[in-house]
């Protein structure tokens, strides 16, 4: 600070009475900002980054996220709840194409669209439709392309990639990250920000996610399962948490769940050779459910099947899927 400009003590405590008039405390904001984008190219990973907490499972499976799951980031000026969503895929069964609804619906109802893509590789034929989808339904949000997975590649690979997914769509603007490495995501948070309505907060500040404790069990066991199997089979899998209560003592927590598969043959695959993988699931899920319940927790796991439940209506109703 130059001699000039020094005040002294006093006079730095006197009222502002003579300074200029201040300037109005700038509005809280707030607003819903949807994910949309193929699965696989990290929205989960994004999502949990920017709101600190592992709120949706992910993995390197497609089709890791089967609901809408919001994860609310709130600072001190504003409050984003991100609607993260499964992929926007293909879809060839009942299932899938409830999968696909779910991410087109959360973005109607969206004050900003995150188009998250990855960056590594060239647009996909799923990109194209998601592009159709946002032309045809003239969405009023902006969309913000997400072009993620900096880090995979050469820089070089990366802007020619981003060239050509810059081509598609008049994206509002453009925030190259890494959800897994953390860069980019500062810039990307002020710039949903700017576009953010003011409002008061949508949630309690000090909430992380609407999810249902219970479903936030059976997706982490969910996750455990997808992360021990592979081909087919993680697809075919569902978990219900069937009993959630406390253990024998306040410091306990008991739960039961069941991990369902499509058939008989797959069910051996879950369980393993004398229960190995069964067993594996089952403590891993353990050790970050005791993490986020802070207690310590009994999980009782069965492998039973539901024959073709992702192409089954009732079933897929049993289990809360709007289908
Ligand atoms: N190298 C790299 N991998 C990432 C990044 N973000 C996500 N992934 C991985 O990509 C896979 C899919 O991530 P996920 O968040 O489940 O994708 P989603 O289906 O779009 O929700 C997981 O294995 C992640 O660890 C990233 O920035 N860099
Ligand atoms: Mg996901």
Do not use: C
């Amino acid at each position: 600070m130059s001699p000039a400009r020094k005040v002294n003590a006093r006079q730095a405590d006197k009222p502002a009475r003579a300074a200029k008039p201040a300037t109005p405390e700038p509005e809280f904001r707030s607003g819903i900002v949807s994910l949309l984008g193929r699965p696989n190219v990290g929205k989960s990973t994004l999502v949990n980054s920017i709101v600190r907490s592992r709120v949706a499972i992910t993995s390197p499976r497609p089709q890791t996220t089967r609901g809408r799951i919001f994860a609310i980031r709130t600072t001190p000026e504003h409050q984003i709840v991100f609607a993260d969503t499964p992929g926007f895929h293909r879809a060839t069964d009942v299932f899938g194409t409830a999968m696909v609804g779910v991410a087109k619906e959360e973005s109607r109802g969206a004050d900003v669209i995150l188009y998250t893509v990855d960056v590594s590789e060239p647009p996909h034929q799923e990109d194209e439709d998601i592009v159709k989808f946002l032309g045809k339904h003239k969405l009023e949000a902006p969309v913000i392309l997400v072009a993620n997975k900096i880090d995979k590649v050469a820089p070089d690979v990366v802007n020619a990639n981003l060239e050509q997914f810059k081509a598609l769509f008049p994206f509002t603007s453009v925030f190259p990250v890494s959800a897994a490495i953390g860069s980019g995501l500062q810039q990307l948070e002020n710039g949903i920000a700017e576009h953010l309505q003011p409002g008061p907060m949508l949630f309690p500040p000090d909430m992380i996610t609407d999810q249902d404790p219970r479903i936030q069990a059976a997706e982490i066991v969910r996750e455990k399962a997808l992360m021990l199997t592979r081909q087919e089979v993680p697809h075919a899998i569902a978990v219900e948490i069937e009993e959630y209560r406390e253990g024998k003592t306040p410091e306990t927590w008991y739960m039961r769940g069941i991990i369902y598969v499509e058939r008989e043959s797959q069910k051996p695959i879950v369980v393993g050779k004398g229960g190995e993988r069964l067993k594996k699931i089952g403590t891993l899920a353990r050790q970050d459910l005791q993490a986020s319940l802070g207690k310590k927790v009994f999980l009782e796991l069965w492998v039973k099947v539901k024959e073709d439940w992702r192409q089954r209506r009732d079933v897929l109703r049993s289990w809360g899927f709007r289908v």
